[in-house]
């Protein structure tokens, strides 16, 4: 037992290594350095002592195992990850720097702060750092890396990762963690290229490569890419946040010439499907404000692919869009990305389950004697799959009502409490009202805060990751 809560300690000395290239940038640019001094000294710390304890030890983990180091990870993370916030002098409450810290590493594109742009540089990095750490999952990071955790890591991988299943694309756990990792960072580098071509700096490529690859959505500037004012960074960031929503599993696939997996796949035609739908209804809706077949459908795929990927990025404010488009925009929210992607929601997967679940309900009306069952990909589905989904978008929408009802009881409006619950449980960010694309959570009071972020790290771990924890039957031997 006491291994369980040693392991949580070793994961975050990760955090000094991560926070190494913005203190870095803290001292080279005369920045507040003791931002970042002082929470890698604290993650060392705590990580020495574990580091030395269990370097000789062979671990195995078990799924309960699994669940608790996850969940105190996260937990512990977003805490240390919040002093650079509270700690480089920017007047943000502690309630502001854990929701900061938490939007980092839930990659929900949210935020508390007014002027981005009068934030450090270092800050700035630290913030998208988070986003892009968060995104593939510190601990399929960790488990890649060291391989004192290679033996039953699979079970902390399938703790933290997105989806109802969660495959092994090797044999070997620590190999298809680092092959993940690899396809997360040549992506990442490339859109950190085309980003230079488009005209960004080296500083801001690389923080907006980072946080739109982990489907997180912040940015240095405060109109976000909307400040460039280019089609083709704009075009770009669409193509990539259409790529970080997707299954990273099927790129390995598809690297290794199993395209036809791809085509088979029932989660990706219905994401593509549903993105190709929504920019469709949404760009009929808006051409009479634009007058441009071209600029009505880039601004359509734009926040369409945002939103449905969980990213939370505007570049327009479209709460000025008809009625019609901000429908499915709003609609979009509840969706989320693909299973074994950055993106955060209830997935593209569980509502396909929930679709055709729904359909052999209707033809078992037809037919009462009939045997029925759902396909996902070409292939018979599992009974329990069905049962483990519908448990989830259930308790999903117990968590967005509890969630509205305790937001509501401090004065916010009942559309925007909603909205907001729903856009920070999917860890989108964006939504409507006081949380629309023109405003940010700063008005909040700190108990919605913390809620909030209690709320996003719920949703990045699935539910049942942090729930479970709450069980009595947890805990007995």
């Known amino acids: 037992m006491f291994t369980r809560f040693r392991m949580p300690a070793l994961v975050l000395g990760f955090s000094a290594p991560m926070m190494l290239p913005s203190l870095i940038m803290a001292l080279a640019w005369h920045e507040p350095v003791a931002a970042f ?10 990580s020495l002592p574990s580091l030395l304890s269990l370097r000789k030890s062979k671990i195995q983990f078990g799924a309960k195992d699994g669940f608790l180091l996850v969940s105190l990870t996260w937990v512990l993370m977003s805490l240390l990850g919040s002093l650079p916030y509270f700690l ?4 943000l409450s502690f309630a502001s720097a854990v929701f900061e810290s938490s939007c980092g590493f839930a990659t929900t594109g949210a935020t508390t702060i007014n002027n981005v742009e009068a934030l450090p540089r270092s800050l700035l990095f630290w913030r998208s750092t988070t986003h892009w750490f968060g995104g593939m999952g510190i601990i399929l990071f960790t488990v890649a890396l060291m391989p004192l955790l290679g033996v039953g890591g699979f079970q902390l991988i399938k703790a933290e990762t997105p989806g109802p299943e969660t495959e092994k694309i090797t044999p070997k756990v620590t190999a298809t963690a680092k092959i993940l990792w690899l396809v997360y960072c ?19 490529a690389l923080c907006h490569a980072f946080a739109i690859m982990a489907s997180g959505g912040v940015s240095t500037k405060n109109t976000g890419i909307a400040f460039y004012d ?13 790529l970080a929503g997707f299954n990273f599993n099927l790129y390995f696939k598809l690297l290794r010439g199993k395209g036809m997996d791809i085509l088979h796949n029932t989660e990706g035609k219905a994401y593509f499907g ?5 920019s469709i209804i949404i760009a009929t809706s808006i051409f009479p404000l634009y007058g441009s077949v071209g600029k009505a459908l880039r601004y359509a795929a734009y926040q369409s692919a945002s939103i449905l990927s969980t990213t939370g990025s505007a570049i327009v404010n479209y709460e000025l869009w008809p009625p019609l488009a901000q429908c499915v925009l709003f609609l979009l929210i509840g969706v989320g990305g693909c299973s074994g992607s950055t993106a955060g929601g209830v997935k593209v997967i569980r509502h396909a389950v929930l679709w055709k679940q729904a359909l052999n309900e209707l033809r078992r009306l037809l037919y009462p004697q009939g045997v029925f069952t759902i396909r996902l990909n070409k292939k018979v589905g599992r009974k329990d799959v069905v049962y483990g989904v519908a448990g989830f978008v259930f308790l999903y929408a ?3 009502a509890i969630s ?23 860890n989108v960010g964006l939504g409507f009202g006081a949380v629309g694309p023109a405003q940010n959570y700063s008005a909040f009071p700190d108990t919605v805060k913390y809620l909030f972020s209690f709320v996003m790290l719920l949703g990045r771990l699935e539910l049942w990751t942090l729930f479970i924890l709450f069980s009595s039957e947890y805990w007995r031997r």
Request: with cysteine; net charge negative.
């Open 37 to 46: 001094a002082i929470p890698i000294g604290i993650a060392a710390a705590f």
């Open 88 to 91: 480089a002098g920017q007047g």
């Open 186 to 204: 040549a992506l990442t580098m490339a859109l950190f290229l085309l980003y230079l071509l488009g005209g960004m700096d080296c500083f801001d």
């Open 230 to 242: 280019s089609a083709f960074i704009e075009i770009v960031t669409t193509v990539f946040m259409l």
């Open 274 to 278: 549903i993105f190709a739908v929504s």
């Open 398 to 400: 117990v968590v967005v």
């Open 404 to 426: 509205t009802l305790i937001t509501t009881a401090f004065g916010t409006d009942l559309f925007s409490a909603f909205s907001a619950s729903a856009a920070m449980i999917g």
